[in-house]
């Protein structure tokens, strides 16, 4: 049923959540029983003075039973049931559902941003005690300590007859390697509690480099605006000022330098304005973009990724994209397959150290340089949002006799809607982020086991 048609059953819902009876209220409304019978089952339209008076005589706001769920609300069901497509959900419902139960389906949708938010976390602390130098480090002095406190400990009860001046020592070594893992021990307790609180504590320079790009939406009006190279690298050299509290450092504040000279140049050569323009007329088309203004594929790509959500958002009302305040997503690596610049996005997490998964057509454009690839996929998990991914590889110098070319490879990410996930007719291919913390039982490109159990 179209949402409109829903009034009766939005009407009928309220009455018994009210504990009403029909004849009441009909008596009250100044109609008959049998009519608002009719009515409740949506056999009769209502609108007017009619329906103001039932939703005086019902305690509540015209339009909430003239509209019912929010279209937004209705959105997030859906892209809840496109998550989760083994459960036959009845999305020709779903209208209905809200509207007879919009507490059920406020829930259902908080319960699912919840999770997508609680496996979020498990990916990030996932990846950093798999990878993070200061947790191993941390770790790893603990368990010397214990070590050589197990070892001193058996000496001191398996020896019978121990010299004085050894006991002493063992004694001494005993209380000097019990202080070392105390110290220990509250050292990692304090690290872990920084890592995991509300502000966390930078501590390698990509993570200063990743902490400065988000405070600014991964977007730089500084150096949208043209002019000199002079004037860049002052507006440049302005920010980096402004952001002691993230850049410790000499190594974020010289990678950003390159970065963010890198991000003029690109500013220069593609401006915002014409980018949004060409966006509204051909839509997300790096390659039609590049070919058109004689522009590097992966330059285009770069400036897709800097443009905030919300402007983003309303040229592509039409489009099968699901774009949301974060914008689009961006990866680039090098030859090695590392990440050498991260946009994650809320739902397409990136590894922040180690491998990611090898079946990202990141890593396919890698083998296939100069071959713009295409290609719609969605994330293994209980939360499998579908994406759309734009890779393209190319040597980051001209070719030479006798030389190796280095090629770096750019991939995009952008969120599909529940519909626009469909109207393919070919499957999703299945991605993960990393083989650790992916659920998928089988799958080719495994490196490890995940620890997530109950593979899907």
Request: proline letters at 5%; hydrophobic letters at 40%.
């Amino acid at each position: 049923m179209r949402r409109e048609t829903l009034t009766g059953s939005r009407i009928r819902e309220r009455r018994l959540i009210n504990g009403q009876k029909q004849a009441d209220l009909a008596r009250k409304a100044g109609i008959s029983a049998s009519y608002l019978n009719l009515i409740e089952h949506n056999r009769r339209r209502i609108g007017g003075k009619l329906l103001l008076d039932i939703a005086s005589a019902l305690g509540v706001e015209p339009m909430s039973l003239s509209e019912g769920a929010e279209a937004a609300l209705l959105g997030a069901l859906r892209e809840v049931a496109a998550m989760h497509p083994v459960e036959q959900s009845e999305l020709e419902r779903v209208e209905e559902f809200a509207g007879r139960f919009p507490g059920w389906a406020s829930l259902i949708e908080t319960l699912a941003q919840r999770q997508s938010s609680l496996e979020q976390t498990v990916v990030s602390l996932t990846d950093r005690m798999t990878h993070d130098p200061q947790l191993a480090e941390a770790l790893h002095d603990m368990l010397g300590a214990v070590t050589a406190i197990r070892s001193t400990s058996s000496i001191l009860v398996e020896t019978d007859k121990l010299e004085p001046e050894w006991q002493d020592r063992f004694h001494r070594n005993l209380n000097e390697d019990a202080t070392r893992l105390t110290e220990g021990s509250q050292a990692l307790v304090a690290y872990l509690n920084d890592e995991t609180s509300e502000h966390q504590q930078v501590t390698t320079p990509q993570d200063e480099i990743e902490a400065f790009f988000q405070r600014h939406g991964y977007h730089f009006a500084l150096l949208e605006n043209g002019g000199s190279e002079t004037q860049a690298h002052d507006a440049i050299e302005s920010m980096l000022e402004s952001a002691d509290d993230l850049l410790v450092s000499a190594s974020a504040r010289a990678q950003l330098k390159r970065l963010l000279i890198r991000y003029w140049s690109d500013a220069q050569a593609f401006g915002f304005d014409v980018m949004l323009d060409e966006v509204s007329n051909v839509g997300l088309e790096p390659a039609l973009i590049a070919a058109k203004y004689n522009l590097d594929i992966r330059l285009v790509m770069r400036r897709f990724a800097s443009v905030p959500g919300d402007v983003l958002r309303p040229l592509l009302q039409n489009s099968p994209y699901d774009i949301a305040e974060a914008g689009i997503g961006l990866a680039v690596c090098d030859s090695s397959g590392t990440l050498t610049m991260r946009k994650p996005l809320p739902r397409f997490a990136l590894p922040r150290f180690g491998a990611a998964c090898p079946l990202w057509s990141l890593y396919q454009a890698l083998s296939r340089p100069l071959v713009a690839l295409r290609e719609r996929s969605q994330l293994s998990g209980r939360d499998g949002a579908p994406f759309e991914t734009l890779a393209f590889a190319a040597p980051v110098s001209a070719p030479k006799f006798g030389a190796v070319p280095l090629l770096e490879a750019h991939m995009l990410m952008i969120p599909l809607s529940a519909s626009g996930a469909a109207q393919n007719m070919e499957p999703l291919r299945p991605i993960g982020i990393s083989c650790r913390i992916c659920p998928r039982g089988e799958c080719i490109g495994r490196r490890e086991p995940s620890i997530l159990a109950g593979g899907v």
